[in-house]
């Protein structure tokens, strides 16, 4: 059974680099069928899409974050990763990961709280 | 970028009552290969999003057979022929025919 688990510190100061790794089990993210994303949702607002891969292929950064994200990609440990650069309070949110496949995310991880603060 | 916009954005139902969502796009979500990439996924508090319905009309395994979608170009709708208690939450549609992917603002359903 496909499980997505994201981790990473809970609290990120302003100005540092927010780091989050998303773990893959029950699927590779090898596949050539599927892409893997990221997204997040500020406390008690909507989601936005942050970015997305396929191994092999392209990855798509939202222009609104994309000089600040990097995603990258761990294949020995079937995990990716999200890194968002000079984080403000703005940054605040919960942080999804999310296996897409024909266009459609279909399977998201539990997601985990990322609050910016001094 | 793609404004999606739901409508209402509160919805209080009675049980076993209809309900019915509107998503409407600022540009045709049509894509060059013919699909037309609409989504549709509800999120109770404190959970992650869970997709209901995919390529406007699609349900989802194990999703109860009253949610239907229906739409095309840039106006969808979601419905639920009998509201039940577990159906509350919020509601999100969401294109994937464009980048950078987006969602509208949601819809809180509850129960009156």
């Known amino acids: 059974q496909l499980q997505l688990r994201e981790s990473g510190p809970g609290l990120v100061k302003p100005s540092e680099t927010l780091s989050l790794t998303c773990t893959v089990s029950?699927?590779?993210?090898?596949?050539?069928?599927?892409?893997w994303g990221w997204i997040r949702q500020p406390p008690g607002k909507g989601l936005e899409w942050i970015g997305s891969?396929?191994?092999?292929?392209?990855?798509y950064y939202n222009p609104s974050l994309k000089s600040r994200v990097t995603i990258s990609v761990n294949t020995s440990k079937n995990e990716f990763s999200l890194k968002v650069s000079s984080v403000t309070a703005a940054d605040t949110a919960v942080y999804y990961c999310?296996?897409?496949?024909?266009?459609?995310?279909?399977?998201w991880g539990q997601g985990t709280l990322v609050t910016v603060s001094s | 970028d793609v404004v999606m916009t739901q409508s209402p954005l509160s919805l209080p139902v009675t049980l076993g009552q209809p309900a019915s969502i509107s998503c409407r796009s600022s540009q045709s979500l049509v894509y060059f290969d013919g699909n037309t990439y609409l989504n549709w996924f509800h999120q109770r508090p404190g959970q992650s999003p869970r997709r209901l319905i995919y390529k406007v009309s699609n349900r989802d395994s194990g999703v109860p057979d009253r949610f239907s979608g229906s739409g095309s170009g840039t106006d969808f709708t979601l419905k639920i022929t009998r509201v039940e208690a577990e159906d509350v939450g919020v509601y999100y549609c969401m294109q994937s025919t464009h980048w950078p992917w987006t969602f509208g603002q949601g819809t809180k359903v509850d129960i009156k």
């Open positions: 029950g699927d590779s993210i090898i596949s050539s069928t599927y892409y």
């Open positions: 999310a296996r897409t496949i024909a266009n459609s995310p279909d399977y």
């Open positions: 891969f396929y191994y092999g292929g392209s990855t």
